[in-house]
């Protein structure tokens, strides 16, 4: 009896160190990130996201990485996850998952990242470049004025430029506001063309092929999971597309001012692990914004259409 009574005793303490063993290797950091939608610019600020923040905190952070496949409600869902499980940190990519971090907690800090103007996302009517509350991150604004730029540089002739997105992005309908002012300036006419969701990309893509001599495009998330609809109507149509970031104009573009998503997802990370590791306080920490933006082009689009680059454009890399 006695030794049963050991056995049974060492036994005890084997599953006790196994156990603590097991808590001494859980991470120190809990940080959820809610990504909008699977597509190469998100993708990439999470990476740079998750390699600034794991070289600077190695094993202490762990990520729980979710996709909201587009939809809002599923941001929602995500974000009480996040809060339920009380992580250290939510990283929120792209605006919707902003919005949904920002109405779900004023506690846990919240960074956003390939966020256009955090002021139209949160509503903020005195932006002073610096939210004020539990809320930072980076902005993924290339400037419009330059934008603008690009498309008169390219395409001097154009009479009629249409603005395609998604009336239901915050940021895409902030970007076309003020790109048209700059266009109207330049003696475009300026139409806008917008869709509700992808249902509705294709017919409203050809409405604006049938009305445009060049398209521009912000940085939107529909738009960017649906550019090769896009292509499949505006390339046979013999209509160009100005983007608003790398990934679009990969697409279904031809040139545009393009940033690094990964390097801004980076700086993010950076700014995550001042928080974590350092104490900063996120309600005094202001928006960043991507240090350099290059002019790119789509080969094989500019080929399509018979568009000769300037030799101060760098063609974007084949995946």
């Not at 506690?107 to 932006?127: F, K, M, N, Q, R």
């Not at 002012?181 to 249902?199: C, H």
């Not at 521009?216 to 390339?235: H, K, R």
């Amino acid at each position: 009896m006695k030794n049963i009574k050991k056995l049974l005793a060492v036994a005890l303490a084997s599953v006790m160190v196994l156990s603590l063993g097991a808590c001494g290797t859980k991470a120190k950091y809990n940080v959820g990130v809610c990504q909008l939608v699977q597509h190469p610019a998100l993708d990439a600020a999470t990476e740079g996201f998750q390699d600034a923040l794991t070289e600077a905190l190695g094993k202490d952070v762990a990520f729980d990485v979710q996709n909201a496949s587009g939809e809002s409600n599923n941001c929602n869902t995500i974000i009480n996850g996040f809060v339920s499980d009380k992580v250290n940190l939510i990283m929120a990519n792209a605006t919707p998952p902003l919005q949904a971090a920002a109405s779900a907690t004023a506690d846990i800090p919240i960074l956003g990242t390939s966020v256009t103007d955090y002021a139209t996302a949160l509503e903020i009517d005195d932006w002073t470049g610096t939210v004020g509350t539990n809320v930072s991150g980076t902005s993924d604004l290339a400037p419009l004025d330059q934008q603008a730029a690009m498309l008169q540089e390219l395409f001097p002739d154009a009479k009629n430029v249409g603005l395609l997105f998604c009336s239901a992005e915050a940021n895409s309908v902030y970007q076309c506001d003020v790109i048209e002012g700059y266009l109207t300036e330049m003696g475009y006419t300026v139409e806008r063309f917008a869709f509700t969701d992808t249902n509705d990309v294709n017919s409203v893509t050809q409405a604006a092929a049938d009305a445009s001599d060049v398209i521009y495009i912000p940085t939107d998330n529909t738009a960017a999971s649906n550019t090769e609809a896009i292509a499949n109507v505006l390339i046979p149509a013999g209509v160009p597309v100005i983007a608003g970031e790398e990934g679009i104009c990969a697409g279904c573009g031809v040139a545009t001012l393009s940033i690094s998503y990964y390097d801004l997802g980076y700086t993010t990370g950076q700014m995550a692990a001042k928080i974590l590791a350092e104490g900063a306080d996120i309600s005094t920490m202001a928006v960043e914004y991507a240090p350099n933006v290059v002019k790119k082009y789509n080969v094989a689009n500019c080929e399509a259409l018979n568009i000769t680059i300037p030799d101060d454009y760098e063609a974007i890399e084949a995946e």
